[in-house]
């Protein structure tokens, strides 16, 4: 049932999450794509249903009652193209990341070169590394073997050796790989993903094509100084889908659904993300938050270039029980405005994996997993930081790039009980710098106007100029040294109405000018202190105009990084304080 | 709405398909009886391996060393057997270093596969042989008590129970494991004391069902020599009371462990067995459940964490919790007679 990419109107998007899956269903609407709704059921990926298609048929239910469209036909199957009578849809697109990560094995000449672009191509999508081969590997030849046997990767990811480069080592190293698959059983081989000297297809085929399935990519390294990774990524994203649908029911039957097209979430939410990069101010950045249960993934694209990482040891899920292997609990308990020992927040971490779709039913309980949402984040970033370009904006090595706009996406955040409490996640987790507008993605439709954008680019641009993205305010984060209490801002903000309100900014606070969404204002912006508003150079006045969300305009001068008191007491003081300051 | 579901039943038929990760040897038949420790099929998991470079032990470039190897793909040779050789004046020979199989030979090397003990997969429970899996293991049948937890470190063992929680909370110190436990399978309801575990294996027990563990402990429990099986939760919390009530009126009796550790994706869980007859209705546990009022509910999160009750209404539409999140939800009616509204998610229906 492929899909026509013909003359397309209706779209379904199905993404099946590891937790949930969403259908959701776009159309025209007075001559404009819009949303118009979507169903959420849980994924039936695992026990004891071991397939992926049970959700989707529910979703699709859901989304029949919430829309009155009939989808599925009498015969159980959906209806593509649309009919006459109003029932079907005319393209579907899906996404997944449900199911454990994906092993890989990297292998690259040099720790620091191939290996390095490796390791970068593998954090684009939902894989653990488990181990790495390369020049400096000590180990004997059947060493590696064993170690291949012993860790069942689902991908090798093989890279080395520039154009015109070196050739032998890098088929040396490609030894192991083809003993230890001619040992495995054949259905249990590894994809392996050949992104290396181009110069060695030939041979790399006639030693390993034989044995396993083999793609070729371009050289991720054509020269030691230049890096080329996007073609490699797409090709990466082919080998997810096609070891998913080996390992999981249901995945081949939706690819199907899709023309083809099943990608990554991971990868369709960075699609989007690069899309918006060209739409706003080529000088900043836009960054996409996406805190799920199967990972945290954080995309970065700076005027069309996208640096995607995935994060499966930081999803909110499954993982969560290994979360203290990146972190103590003390370093989750500075989140909190309450007090917490440190054994409790581990037992939390056990039991949230236990039942990773269960939610906090409790305010204290809710605390903590908006803490875990803080800390993912900001570790997430952290890595992710280093695959950004080097040329990026930003005041310091240390602090986040100039971002316009963020999304963010994930329960944690879109599902948290007021705006205010999105915010300070957010503010909390990512630290933005300058001038930035903060938006999340309410109804998780991110990623499927990524994979729609390859078929229906129209539709991906007019569901994104409405208002389905919920605009949580602007937020203004100063960036200087100064004392606690000191004076580093004064603004007035000017409404439609000409109404003007100056407002003093002190360091380690935040301060909320209320604007309403559909309103705009004006801010006249003068640092104190030689701090940096944004706006041109450390010190320098200037104006801008902004649009209303829900939180209107947030000054967020806590400081960055941002610093808090190491004694605890005065720490949950000052949280609480700003908690109050935003409502949350 | 889907439930998720444990299972908690006095009397059940069983039905585990349990099978190697690779093609291996099944070593049990069709309609054999077997104890939870017996071995139904085994595969060298992960042989190590030797490559022998023949060229350059023999001197001579690759395609003239091929001609000399004495030895091909699929050979059982012993330590010493000359494998490649002679060659030249001093008659110059490779050996085998250690028993083992060739795998390849040629290009100027030999790999061999060493021999190493098999990994062995147990039956997990005791019961029937159903049916064999090909070469990957078998469906094995029984019927019994089931009791599913949440946390196990991964082992497989049988013995009598020994209640030793007087209550659900019941802590287990180490001054109530002493001798006369030996060779049994403890019940707990909450252990915090690494010398628990620790003289468990020096006795040695065959193996722990508790309520809940210190999350400090887990490292620990992961290396003892007996399986261990969390029912409720890592922290302190009395054992859920449906679980409680069913393993403390079968003390004395033989139970049979298989620890190993959650995976919903591959469909395992950590379960204790008790084996009873079958009775002429006993059926298959349903894995398959959609919330309905009536259904016996035990609680997975605060405040109710680990109480069991009766799903009494499911709430129409979205509820607002103390914690502010809108989700669906339902009215329960707990053991204990207060009436309290919790998230469907949170639920895990009893069957």
Redesign the interface.
């Known amino acids: 049932m492929a899909t026509s990419t013909v003359d397309a109107e209706s779209l379904l998007s199905i993404d099946v999450g590891s937790i949930t899956t969403r259908a959701a269903l776009f159309d025209l609407v007075d001559g404009r794509y819009r949303y118009l709704g979507s169903g959420s059921?849980?994924t039936?990926?695992?026990?004891?249903?071991?397939d992926i298609g049970e959700g989707i048929r529910?979703a699709l239910d859901r989304l029949q009652l919430v829309t009155g469209r009939v989808l599925v036909g009498g015969d159980e199957r959906l209806i593509i193209p649309s009919k006459d009578d109003g029932s079907g849809v005319d393209t579907l697109v899906a996404t997944i990341s449900a199911?454990?990560p994906l092993n890989m094995i990297l292998l690259g000449l040099l720790e620091e070169v191939s290996l390095e672009s490796a390791r970068r191509l593998a954090s684009t999508t939902y894989a653990r590394v488990v181990d790495s081969i390369s020049l400096n590997d000590r180990r004997?030849?059947?060493d590696r073997?064993?170690a291949i046997?012993?860790l069942?990767p689902d991908i090798i990811l093989a890279t080395g050796g520039t154009e015109k480069g070196a050739s032998q080592s890098v088929l040396k190293l490609l030894d192991s790989i083809g003993?230890a698959s001619?040992?495995?059983?054949e259905d249990?081989r590894p994809a392996v993903l050949f992104a290396g000297n181009q110069a060695l297809q030939d041979d790399v085929q006639k030693s390993l094509g034989k044995l396993l399935r083999l793609q070729f990519a371009p050289n991720v390294r054509p020269t030691l100084e230049v890096e080329q990774t996007e073609a490699t990524q797409v090709h990466l994203s082919d080998l997810y889908r096609s070891v998913r649908s080996r390992k999981l029911s249901g995945v081949e039957e939706l690819d199907i659904w899709a023309g083809g097209g099943l990608m990554p979430t991971a990868t369709a939410f960075g699609r989007v993300i690069r899309f918006l990069s060209k739409v706003y101010d080529p000088i900043k950045g836009v960054l996409g938050v996406d805190v799920g249960a199967s990972a945290t993934t954080i995309a970065g694209a700076f005027n069309g270039e996208l640096a995607l990482s995935v994060f499966p040891q930081f999803g909110l899920g499954?993982s969560l029980a290994e979360l203290v292997e990146y972190c103590s609990p003390e370093a989750i308990a500075r989140w909190l405005h309450i007090e917490m020992s440190a054994?409790?927040i581990?037992?939390y971490l056990?039991?949230k994996s236990?039942?990773p779709?269960?939610?906090?039913?409790?305010?204290?309980?809710?605390h903590l997993e908006q803490a875990l949402a803080r800390q993912v984040m900001q570790m997430a970033l952290r890595k992710a930081t280093s695959f950004f370009p080097a040329k990026v904006m930003r005041y310091g090595p240390s602090l986040s790039p100039w971002f316009e706009p963020i999304v963010a996406s994930g329960s944690v955040l879109t599902?948290?009980?007021?705006n205010a409490?999105s915010l300070l996640m957010l503010l909390d987790g990512v630290q933005p710098t300058g001038v930035t507008t903060i938006v999340l993605d309410q109804n998780h439709i991110a990623p499927a106007l990524g994979a729609a954008a390859a078929i229906n680019s129209t539709l991906a641009v007019q569901v994104l100029e409405t208002s389905t993205l919920h605009n949580l305010g602007t937020v203004i984060s100063p960036v200087g040294n100064a004392r606690f209490g000191t004076p580093v801002l004064r603004l007035r903000i000017t409404y439609e109405d000409g109404r003007e309100v100056p407002v003093e900014v002190k360091q380690g606070s935040i301060e909320v000018l209320p604007l309403p969404a559909g309103q705009s204002a004006k801010l006249n912006l003068t640092p104190l202190q030689r701090y940096d508003v944004g706006m041109g150079g450390a010190g320098r006045s200037g104006g801008l105009r902004v649009v209303g969300g829900a939180l209107g305009v947030v000054i967020d001068a806590r400081g960055r990084p941002l610093k808090m008191p190491e004694d605890p007491a005065r720490r949950r003081e000052l949280i609480r304080k700003w908690r109050s300051t935003l409502g949350c | 709405m889907l439930a998720q579901v444990t299972h908690i039943l006095p009397i059940t038929l069983l039905r585990r398909e349990r099978l190697l990760s690779s093609p291996g040897r099944v070593v049990v038949r069709k309609g054999q009886k077997v104890s939870a420790t017996d071995v139904i099929a085994e595969i060298r998991l992960n042989p190590q391996h030797m490559l022998l470079d023949i060229a350059r032990s023999l001197n001579l470039p690759v395609r003239e060393a091929d001609p000399n190897i004495q030895c091909q793909a699929g050979d059982q040779v012993s330590q010493g057997d000359v494998l490649a050789g002679p060659v030249g004046f001093t008659k110059r020979v490779v050996r085998a270093p250690k028993n083992g199989r060739v795998i390849v030979a040629g290009e100027g090397q030999i790999l061999l596969e060493l021999e190493g003990p098999p990994v062995e997969l147990k039956a997990g429970m005791p019961g029937i042989v159903a049916d064999l899996v090909g070469d990957r293991g078998a469906i094995i049948e029984t019927s019994g008590a089931l009791i599913q937890g949440v946390w196990g470190n991964n082992r497989i063992d049988f013995g009598l129970m020994h209640v030793l929680a007087r209550s659900p909370d019941d802590e287990l110190k180490p001054d109530r494991m002493d001798v006369s436990l030996r060779g049994s399978v403890v019940l707990g309801g909450y252990c915090r004391d690494p010398q628990s575990l620790k003289l468990g294996g020096e006795l040695p027990i065959r193996g722990m069902i508790l309520g809940s563990m210190d999350a400090a402990l887990l490292p620990f429990a992961l290396k003892v020599p007996y399986p261990v099986i969390i029912l409720d939760a890592v922290g302190r919390r009395p054992m859920n009371p449906a679980a409680y009530k069913l393993l403390s009126t079968n003390d004395k009796r033989e139970v049979s462990l298989n620890a190993e550790g959650w995976d919903r994706f591959a469909g395992k869980r950590p379960e204790v067995v008790i084996p009873l007859p079958a009775s002429g209705n006993t059926s298959l546990p349903r894995d398959v459940v959609e919330f309905l009022p009536g259904q016996s509910v035990l609680v997975t999160r605060a405040p109710y964490a680990g109480q069991t009750g009766t799903l009494s209404n499911i709430l129409l539409g979205l509820t607002v919790l103390p914690s502010g999140i809108k989700t669906q939800a339902a009215e329960i009616r707990l053991d204990n007679g207060d009436n309290v509204v919790v998230p469907l998610v949170n639920l895990e229906v009893l069957v």
């Open positions: 059921v849980l039936t990926a695992y026990a004891p249903f071991h529910s199911g454990p004997k030849p059947e073997i064993d046997l012993r069942r003993l001619y040992l495995m059983p249990e499954k054994s409790s581990r037992e056990h039991q236990f039942y779709a269960s939610v906090p039913a409790t305010a204290e309980e809710l599902r948290a009980p007021n409490q």
